[in-house]
C-alpha cells in the first residue's frame, strides 16, 4: 500500500515521490494527484491555490475530466462568496496571471457547496462523477 494512494486511483493518476530516510525506515513513499493534460503534468493543488485568490472564491476544488482531446480536462468546481457565478473569461483571466495556459481549467461549474467525506475533506471522487454528467448533458 503505497502512503497517501486512494483507493480507486491508478499509479498512472499519480506522481510518486520517494524521500530516502535511514536504513532502519527504509523510503518512505508521497504519492501526489496530478492530471494529465495534454501531455502536460497539472497539479491540482496549484490550480486551487491561485483560484482561491480571486476575491469572488470561498472554495474551488481541481479535478481532471476524462476528454477525448486532451486526456483530462482540467476541471474546477468552485463556491463563490454570494453565490453568485463569475463569467468563465473573468475566471480564465485572472488565472492567466498565476498559471501556464495548460494549467488554466477549461471548464467551470458554480455549486453551492463542495460535497465533502465523512472527516470532511472535499470529495474528489464524487466532483469528478459530477463533472462527467454534466459533460454527457
Same mark, same amino acid.
Given at each position: 500500500?503505497?502512503?497517501?494512494?486512494?483507493? %480507486?486511483?491508478?499509479?498512472?493518476?499519480?506522481?510518486?515521490?520517494?524521500?530516502?530516510? *535511514? /536504513?532502519?525506515?527504509? *523510503?518512505?513513499?508521497?504519492?501526489? *494527484?496530478?492530471?494529465?493534460? %495534454?501531455?502536460?503534468?497539472?497539479? /491540482?493543488?496549484?490550480?486551487?491555490?491561485?483560484?482561491?485568490?480571486?476575491?469572488?472564491?470561498?472554495?474551488?476544488?481541481?479535478? %481532471?475530466? /476524462?476528454?477525448?482531446?486532451?486526456?483530462?480536462?482540467?476541471?474546477?468546481?468552485?463556491?463563490?462568496?454570494?453565490?453568485?457565478?463569475?463569467?468563465?473569461?473573468?475566471?480564465?483571466?485572472?488565472?492567466?496571471?498565476?498559471?501556464?495556459?495548460? &494549467?488554466? /481549467?477549461?471548464?467551470?461549474?458554480?455549486?453551492?457547496?463542495? *460535497?465533502?467525506?465523512?472527516?470532511?475533506?472535499?470529495? &474528489?471522487?464524487?466532483?469528478?462523477?459530477?463533472?462527467?454528467? &454534466?459533460?454527457?448533458?
Amino acid at each position: 500500500k503505497i502512503l497517501g494512494k486512494k483507493e %480507486g486511483e491508478t499509479m498512472k493518476q499519480m506522481i510518486v515521490h520517494t524521500k530516502l530516510m *535511514p /536504513p532502519q525506515f527504509g *523510503p518512505i513513499i508521497f504519492a501526489v *494527484p496530478i492530471i494529465r493534460s %495534454g501531455g502536460e503534468n497539472v497539479y /491540482p493543488l496549484e490550480v486551487e491555490q491561485c483560484l482561491l485568490k480571486h476575491p469572488s472564491i470561498m472554495e474551488a476544488a481541481v479535478v %481532471g475530466i /476524462p476528454d477525448m482531446y486532451w486526456g483530462e480536462k482540467v476541471t474546477a468546481f468552485l463556491v463563490t462568496l454570494d453565490g453568485n457565478s463569475i463569467e468563465d473569461t473573468e475566471i480564465t483571466d485572472f488565472c492567466s496571471q498565476y498559471l501556464g495556459r495548460y &494549467k488554466i /481549467p477549461k471548464a467551470f461549474y458554480f455549486v453551492n457547496e463542495l *460535497p465533502k467525506t465523512h472527516v470532511g475533506k472535499i470529495d &474528489k471522487k464524487r466532483l469528478k462523477e459530477m463533472g462527467v454528467q &454534466k459533460v454527457r448533458e
